[in-house]
T-cell receptor
């Protein structure tokens, strides 16, 4: 069964450093998303991406964040100058069309120390 | 208006019992309501979803009941099993918004006792 894969599974970084979280969406999917889940809290929308551009972003997704689809298979989330409060589980998701189910990856646990 | 309110926060059910989790929303533009199941350390996995043109959808032991006028929907897990112990999130999305982002509820931690 096709699945969304994310790497790494766990990333520890020093405060102020830049991190790149990587995702390989399901191959025939066209819509890509990043969500964040702070420990013990709900899953929060960060950004959606379609046709090589951001289609919507939340207030969380400020200038510190950026997304990119550098090739035909990867979808990345870059966090510049990480802060302690960026520590969370980051989930990538993809959907085939705009109104079909989103499938989530297993997540990358980001720990900022 | 973008919130989805979920209750209870936690739930303990005996094996074989019925687990019921409730969600409520305010944004009438929402027209897709999925439920996700999440095990510790894993990503949310789609369990079952409903659109507002039906009042109930059943898949195996899982049933969604939807009340459009009350803007509420609920997940019923029949014959609950210890393997159902997980966190359940309801979500809502608007297919007219152009991006189909999900607004998640706060989650319900379900524990099914053997």
């Amino acid at each position: 069964e096709p699945e969304v894969t994310q790497t790494p599974s766990h990333q520890v970084t020093q405060m102020g450093q830049e991190v790149i979280l990587r995702c390989v969406p399901i191959s025939n999917h066209l819509y890509f998303y990043w969500y964040r889940q702070i420990l013990g809290q709900k899953v929060e929308f960060l950004v959606s991406f379609y046709n090589n551009e951001i289609s919507e972003k939340s207030e969380i997704f400020d200038d510190q964040f950026s997304v990119e689809r550098p090739d035909g298979s990867n979808f990345t989330l870059k966090i510049r100058s990480t802060k302690l409060e960026d520590s969370a589980m980051y989930f990538c998701a993809s959907s085939e069309f705009i109104n079909t189910e989103a499938f989530f990856g297993q997540g990358t646990r980001l720990t900022v120390v | 208006q973008q919130q989805v309110k979920q209750s209870p926060q936690s739930l303990i059910v005996q094996k074989g019992g019925i687990s019921i989790i409730n969600c409520a929303y305010e944004n009438t533009a929402f027209d897709y309501f999925p439920w996700y199941q999440q095990f510790p350390g894993k990503g949310p996995a789609l369990l079952i979803a409903i659109r507002p043109d039906v009042s109930e959808k059943k898949e195996g032991r899982f049933t969604i009941s939807f009340n459009k006028s009350a803007k509420q929907f609920s997940l019923h897990i029949m014959d609950s099993q210890p393997g159902d112990s997980a966190t359940y999130f309801c979500a809502a999305a608007s297919t007219t918004s152009g991006t189909y982002k999900y607004i998640f509820g706060t989650g319900t931690r379900l524990k099914v006792l053997a």
